[in-house]
């Protein structure tokens, strides 16, 4: 079975300052660790994802992730926030190369960018 | 990338009714799609997956003769809200798997229902 724990249900940092979303998870099985991003009204947009390659994934609009395997985590990051970061963010969860099994999300971290 | 295209965005059907929601995916083939669930300002939950050809696995507590799943070919499922309540009303989100390396999911949309 697999699981995750989003830590925070709620971030708020300035413009301009690093970005920190925590994530830790459980599975039976190694994993495949995806990050999410869903602005109000919206579907969600992949920003990463790790699938057993190297352990620091750079995604899309400045932001990375590690995957710690003995800390079984894979925190969100990125150095500099902008107010179009704004949103809610989902770390997921599914077996490596199982692409037919469901995806497990997070309860989610809603970000607040203040100017 | 690979598109998944979900309609309508968004709907609003009276009590009693019942609405259909496509899920396409428009450039590959999907063996499996699956259906999620988001209440507002909550996270996503399985109803279902849906496997082409085959009947819909339901999550534990979805009601399958209320959300009616059909996987008719490779690049279409639906889910049809039957008799809808406001209840029911929701943020109803598809994927599709291709199935194979790299085994990638690919979202939808999603569509808003309204009941009133």
């Known amino acids: 079975a697999q699981s995750v724990t989003q830590l925070d249900s709620h971030v708020s940092v300035s413009e301009g300052t690093p970005v920190l979303l925590r994530c830790n998870y459980s599975?039976?099985?190694?994993?495949?660790l995806f990050w999410y991003v869903q602005h109000p009204n919206k579907g969600l947009q992949l920003l990463l994802k790790y699938t057993s390659a190297a352990t620091l994934v750079k995604g899309i609009n400045g932001f990375e992730a590690e995957f710690k395997k003995s800390e079984t985590s894979f925190h969100l990051t990125k150095p500099s926030a902008h107010m179009s970061d704004a949103a809610e963010y989902f770390c997921v969860v599914t077996p490596l190369n199982s692409g037919n099994t469901p995806l497990v999300f997070g309860k989610g971290t809603r970000l607040s960018v203040i100017a | 990338g690979a598109v998944v295209s979900q309609h309508p965005s968004w709907v609003i059907c009276k009590s009693g009714t019942s609405v259909k929601i496509e899920c396409r995916s428009l450039?590959?083939?999907?063996?499996?799609m699956f259906w999620y669930r988001q209440f507002p300002k909550q996270s996503l939950m399985l109803m279902a997956t849906s496997n082409e050809g085959s009947k819909a696995t339901y999550e534990q507590g979805v009601e399958k003769d209320k959300f009616l799943i059909n996987h008719a070919s490779l690049t279409l499922s639906t889910l049809t809200v039957t008799s809808a309540h406001p209840e029911d009303s929701s943020f109803y989100i598809c994927?599709?798997?291709?199935?194979?390396?790299?085994?990638?999911?690919?979202f939808g949309p999603g569509t808003r229902l309204t009941v009133t």
């Open positions: 599975s039976s099985y190694s994993p495949s």
């Open positions: 450039d590959f083939q999907a063996t499996t």
């Open positions: 994927s599709a798997a291709t199935g194979t390396v790299p085994y990638e999911q690919y």
